[in-house]
């Protein structure tokens, strides 16, 4: 495997509705800090100069995005979104089919978690660049967690073995392509490291920082911007 000319690439998917946020247009489009909250995300990954390119996942439907102007940049790609988060991002794979190696990396970054820093997207790529499968950056979870059925709790889960899968989540084109196409419409896959797991690969963690949340609800939007400020 050629390590040493593996490119790297983001896909962004970017072709969900939000309904949690209850707002008037998607949760991607509302404002942050005086943009909208997917420019935000953008110009985060724009400042990584190792990143070749980033394809962003976008609805038919969507009238906003050609009205950013980050939407003509020279390193951004416009693919088709899908029904499921995965099958935004297996398309936004698809758009790069004639430029990506099978051995290139490729950062799936969700366009919700706008606070996103350099430095933990550079870790990231540091610390799998050459590792066989890669993997995603995540939390440990400090919460104690509960299994609960009907509001009853059904038992307490051992949280020193239990973490949060943030994103980027990062593998190599190939074999995130095969196993995203191998598990198309199983509802078990919500992230790429999962159709990875699923495929019998055991991709590793590397902590990320707590502040690149994902923006969900709109109490998020708030801290969202705080983040950005403290940054
Ligand atoms: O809804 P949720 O926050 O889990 O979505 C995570 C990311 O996946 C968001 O950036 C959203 O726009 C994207 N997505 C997508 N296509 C879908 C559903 C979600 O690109 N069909």
Redo the contacts with the bound molecule.
């Keep these: 495997m050629n390590t040493i000319h593996s490119r790297f690439w983001a896909i962004?998917?970017?072709?969900?509705?939000?309904k949690r946020m209850q707002a008037d247009k998607?949760?991607?489009y509302l404002s942050l800090a005086g943009k909208a909250v997917l420019e935000q995300t953008l110009l985060r990954l724009l400042d990584v100069e190792q990143l070749s390119g980033i394809a962003v996942?976008i609805?038919q439907e969507d009238p906003y995005w050609p009205e950013l102007g980050i939407a003509g940049h020279p390193k951004v790609i416009t693919a088709p979104?899908?029904?499921?988060?995965a099958?935004?991002?297996l398309s936004g794979l698809r758009s790069i089919r004639e430029r990506a190696d099978d051995n290139d990396w490729v950062l799936v970054h969700?366009?919700?978690r706008p606070c996103i820093t350099r430095s933990d997207v550079v870790l990231l790529m540091a610390s799998l660049k050459d590792d066989a499968v890669g993997g995603i950056l995540a939390l440990a979870s400090h919460d104690t967690l509960k299994q609960v059925e009907g509001r009853i709790i059904h038992g307490t889960l051992d949280r020193t073995h239990i973490w949060r899968a943030l994103t980027p989540q990062m593998f190599r084109y190939g074999m995130l392509k095969a196993a995203l196409e191998a598990g198309e419409g199983n509802p078990a896959i919500t992230d790429e490291a999962s159709a990875l797991e699923l495929m019998g690969y055991q991709p590793k963690i590397v902590e990320g920082r707590p502040d690149n949340i994902?923006i969900?609800r709109p109490e998020d939007l708030a801290l969202a911007q705080f983040y950005l400020e403290q940054q």
């Design positions: 962004v998917p970017a072709a969900g509705v939000g998607p949760k991607q996942a609805s979104g899908g029904k499921e988060r099958d935004s991002v969700d366009a919700a994902k969900t």
